[in-house]
């Protein structure tokens, strides 16, 4: 039953197109055009974390790792065609350019890298704005990979699901790492928390 309605939102989804949005989501879905925001979020974090920018670029490689490689491996033990490879669906899907991708799709790993980077980036700036304009981006990116016939809505939001899991357990353990090895210790550091020295009478 799920399957079924799974199909159901994507061919509604996927009608509901025209020539200018086919333009639109197939340049959204890209890799390149996003270099400039992921290099923004990058020089913020650097500005703003200064000394502990470099651990942050570690957590974020490991986590852009983790979120590509999982979603590779869930596809391969799912095994779960994309719509546009589906013989069930022949004929009824609109592809963008002729362009399907790889023969599996669950789970999407667009909607898995950019929820990825969208709760992870947003754990770290910490701003109304950003958060509501990077969530909104991660789902676009997602909706795009449906309106381009690449990946049900189930690929697309167990995807995001994971990716989503990933940024959070990234920063939560950034934030274990900070607390053992990265905080300063105050208590050595300021002399009103000096302990009393031994020559002096108490």
């Avoid at 061919?11 to 639109?24: E, G, H, K, R, Y």
């Avoid at 779960?80 to 790889?102: F, M, Q, S």
Wanted: charged share 15%; with cysteine; glycine share 8%.
């Amino acid at each position: 039953m799920l399957e079924q309605l799974d199909r159901q939102l994507f061919l509604f989804i996927n009608s509901s197109n025209s020539p200018f949005f086919d333009q639109v989501m197939h340049a959204l879905s890209g890799k390149l055009i996003w270099v400039p925001l992921y290099l923004s979020i990058l020089i913020y974090l650097g500005i703003t974390y200064k000394r502990k920018f470099l651990i942050i670029l570690i957590f974020i490689i490991l986590a852009a790792t983790l979120a590509d490689q999982s979603s590779v491996l869930v596809k391969n033990i799912v095994q779960r065609l994309r719509p546009c490879n589906d013989p069930a669906l022949k004929g009824l899907i609109h592809l963008v350019n002729g362009e399907c991708g790889g023969l599996l799709g669950f789970v999407s790993s667009h909607a898995t890298n950019s929820f990825d980077v969208a709760l992870l980036s947003l754990l770290f700036i910490k701003k109304r704005w950003y958060t509501i304009s990077i969530i909104v981006w991660a789902l676009v990116i997602g909706y795009s990979r449906i309106y381009l016939g690449v990946h049900y809505p189930g690929d697309v939001l167990c995807g995001s699901l994971l990716g989503a899991f990933i940024g959070w357990s990234m920063y939560q353990l950034y934030i274990l790492t900070d607390n053992i090895i990265l905080q300063d210790k105050p208590y050595f550091n300021s002399s009103s928390n000096r302990p009393p020295s031994p020559l002096k009478g108490g």
